[in-house]
């Protein structure tokens, strides 16, 4: 008897052993999935960040340029030998060599003209039928775009590497093809990118590339596959559909692999990083091998604890009732004994037992705390596609305690709002946990109209899927945006918060849910231009045509030119238009913010006060960060608005300090029309007579004048001299000193320098006419 009861609870230990090892394993894994996903995909999008930085601050130096009156002047003026025109041409050129020299990426740069049929860098200027193929330039004129990046552009041009990426922008920028007057092309090795792999968990090298739209492979550490696409390499086409960032698991030969990628908005290029399974599963390796041996310890500790159990106490216990029995035709005063003793093994006996139930129901407790964790993944692995088949996915649903009906599906993903505030609380659980709990309720409450389940899948939003009982399409579509509703004003009026509801489509097929999850997440992005505490549905979003976007271009101008005129009025009510205008178009999050910072930074170099210009580059992750967390268009244009005005009054403060330069400038003149001739005429001199640095005003001089201080006096003493050689007949040595000259010598090589021939070559030449 005391055998059976040892075999009965060493196989209940060890059901339970196994049963909780099981379940550890797949929710730990799953976790660890989970974590090592979310790692990579951040990594991911942090180094296509750093690409985007890197590209896009040279682009912003390019437009910089493109805005300059050299730039126009190249683009505008038909060729001609005159001096003046190849002066102009120099200096673009060493405009373009100071931008080499700032970015030391940047291995050329050529500009093109339509009006003279020149292409130019810092090192010629020729025209394109002698130095250069200009095939590329009458293809890229025909393109719609503003401007894209390319990689192995298809001009020649001996100095570029074999591989190497280009950026293609026009003049003027935002020009259609048939009124635009130049291109221009900056080129940079594809080194630049594939250098950045190196920081990825799995990054050999090999597995890491960046693809265009169409999937031709731009950047790789194996030279040899730049230019091939991505299905040489059996990659899935599903990759060059997916927006934003994200992974994919595809079967590749006898194996299957992880593909991890992140587009660019900027570029419209993809980085993709291609895992095996078999280097996922090393990470998993450990958490299995310590379970299993957890496993073996807790086997043999239940068997040994069982087995003494057995000797302790059933043991004793079968031989005290044998004993009992023996004396059942014995005295009373001995039975009374044996009863006390009988009472005694019994008591020690419910205590041992008891032991035992309790430890079976940590047991069993512990396996219902993994049920939270465990739904989190099931739902997850729906709504991302990873679990198709509702017959298989039926007997999870039934131990986590999930109702669904096997059709008829909405995703909704619901965030909270405010995330500005959000990100100084400390925990953001209990909120979302409350509302996956009063999602549940209201869905317990609908009876049995509707079904299903809610779980937090990171630290802002919460995905809930509903199935419906009925089969048309349009009363559920209406009963869940009621649904919707009901939980704002829910989590309104009992957590105090407020939240935006992304609505997915409508899925009839249960393997279409991953379908109704990615329309929910676009329609979330969605948020800052329909305000908090709103339900988005695919109705409510719309793409910005062409006309729109010019129109867009068109105000964004008109703003910086309302700053740079310091008129506050007009600029305010630009700003609302822009907004006005951003809101009707439905402009995702990311795409506002984008054009928010674009219009910060070209209106701040617009103003280009140093100091201003210092600020905003030193602190654009701060700018960036208040313009993510804006969590609406109105608290990002008041962001803007207060930007703007402090430009408006550096620009003012700036004008009224050059206003008083100008002024001290005119002075100076006026001293030196007078006191010219004073050989000792000098800074050090003036700075006396005017009480300021000599430094100080060297600078402020060249900034009111254009020339430096020494070339100002050298004209003014030439023209003097020229007149002087002119009117009478003193002698060189006179009208030198009279000229501020004391050593001749000095004199005539500066006159000959200035005029091109000697004082009495000037005297003699002038006089005949």
């Not at 100095?159 to 020009?175: A, G, K």
């Not at 409508?506 to 948020?527: G, T």
């Not at 809101?583 to 617009?606: E, H, N, P």
């Amino acid at each position: 008897m005391a055998y059976k009861i040892q075999m009965i609870y060493a196989s209940l230990f060890i059901l339970i052993i196994a049963s909780t090892v099981l379940v550890s394993y797949m929710s730990g894994t799953q976790r660890l999935e989970l974590e090592v996903v979310s790692s990579n995909l951040q990594m991911l999008n942090q180094i296509n960040k750093r690409m985007e930085s890197t590209l896009s601050e040279i682009d912003r130096a390019i437009i910089q340029m493109l805005q300059t009156g050299e730039a126009a002047f190249f683009f505008n003026t038909p060729r001609s030998s005159n001096p003046d025109y190849l002066i102009r041409l120099d200096g673009i050129q060493s405009q373009i060599g100071g931008l080499k020299r700032s970015y030391p990426a940047i291995q050329s740069v050529y500009l093109y003209s339509r009006a003279n049929e020149m292409l130019l860098s810092d090192e010629l200027y020729n025209p394109t039928s002698e130095e250069a193929d200009k095939n590329w330039i009458s293809t890229f004129y025909t393109e719609n775009f503003y401007y894209k990046w390319l990689v192995n552009p298809s001009f020649k041009e001996k100095s570029v590497n074999r591989h190497t990426i280009t950026l293609i922008r026009f003049y003027p920028m935002t020009e259609k093809p048939e009124n635009r007057t130049g291109v221009i092309a900056i080129n940079l090795p594809e080194a630049i990118l594939s250098d950045m792999f190196s920081d990825l968990q799995f990054g050999d090298g090999g597995n890491v590339l960046v693809t265009d739209e169409q999937g031709t492979i731009l950047s790789h550490t194996d030279k040899s596959r730049i230019g091939r696409n991505i299905a040489e390499y059996k990659l899935d086409g599903q990759v060059l559909s997916q927006k934003n960032s994200g992974f994919i698991r595809q079967k590749n030969g006898k194996g299957s692999e992880w593909v991890f990628y992140s587009s660019s908005s900027y570029t419209g290029w993809k980085l993709i990083y291609v895992v095996s399974q078999g280097q996922m599963s090393g990470l998993f390796l450990a958490v299995r091998n310590i379970l299993l041996v957890l496993a073996g310890v807790m086997v043999l500790l239940s068997v040994g604890s069982v087995t003494l159990v057995n000797r302790t106490w059933f043991s004793p216990m079968e031989r005290f009732i044998n004993k009992v029995e023996s004396l059942l035709g014995k005295r009373e005063g001995e039975l009374a004994a044996g009863a006390g003793s009988l009472r005694r093994d019994f008591n020690g006996l419910e205590g041992k037992i008891h032991d035992v139930l309790v430890g079976y129901s940590d047991a069993v407790r512990q396996i219902q705390e993994s049920k939270p964790a465990l739904k989190l993944q099931i739902l997850f692995d729906v709504v991302t596609g990873h679990r198709t088949r509702y017959d298989l996915a039926k007997p999870y649903f039934d131990h986590i305690g999930l109702e669904l009906y096997s059709d008829h599906y909405i995703v909704m993903l619901a965030e909270l709002d405010n995330k500005a505030l959000l990100e100084k609380m400390s925990d953001l659980n209990p909120y979302l946990y409350a509302v996956c709990n009063v999602a549940e309720e209201l869905m317990r409450e609908g009876g049995e109209a509707l079904k299903g389940g809610a779980v937090q899948i990171n630290e802002y939003q919460v995905v809930i899927l509903v199935s419906f009982r009925d089969e048309d399409a349009s009363a559920n579509m209406e009963q869940a945006v009621t649904f919707a509703q009901s939980l704002l004003n829910a989590v309104q009026t009992y957590i105090k918060r407020s939240l935006s509801i992304g609505m997915g489509a409508y899925s009839r097929r249960f393997e279409d849910i991953k379908d109704s999850y990615q329309v929910a997440q676009a329609c979330i992005h969605y948020k800052m231009v329909t305000g908090p505490g709103t339900i988005i549905t695919g109705g409510d979003i719309s793409v910005l045509d062409g006309v729109g976007l010019m129109e867009l271009f068109d105000l964004a101008d008109q703003l910086q030119e309302a700053v740079w005129q310091t008129n506050p009025d007009k600029m305010t009510e630009l700003l609302s238009a822009i907004f006005a205008l951003a809101a009707q178009s439905r402009l995702t999050d990311k795409t506002m913010v984008q054009f928010a910072l674009q219009l910060i930074y070209r209106t701040g170099k617009k103003v280009a006060d140093p100091a201003l210009l210092e600020r905003l580059q030193s602190d654009h992750t701060g700018i960036e960060g208040r313009l993510t967390q804006a969590g609406s268009l109105s608290v990002m244009q008041e962001y803007l608005l207060e930007l703007m005005t402090d430009m408006v009054e550096a620009l003012v403060e700036k004008r009224n300090s050059k206003t008083k330069a100008d002024e001290l400038v005119a002075r100076i003149m006026a001293y030196i029309s007078v006191h010219y001739s004073n050989s000792g005429l000098s800074l050090n001199l003036l700075s006396e007579e005017f009480a300021i640095s000599s430094n100080h005003l060297s600078k402020i001089f060249k900034q009111s004048t254009g020339v430096n201080f020494v070339d100002y006096l050298i004209d003014v003493r030439m023209r003097e001299a020229q007149r002087l050689l002119l009117e009478g007949n003193a002698t060189v040595n006179l009208i030198a000193e009279q000229a501020g000259y004391t050593n001749v010598t000095s004199f005539m090589r500066s006159f000959k320098k200035y005029a091109g021939m000697t004082p009495s070559e000037y005297r003699q030449a002038e006089r005949k006419y």
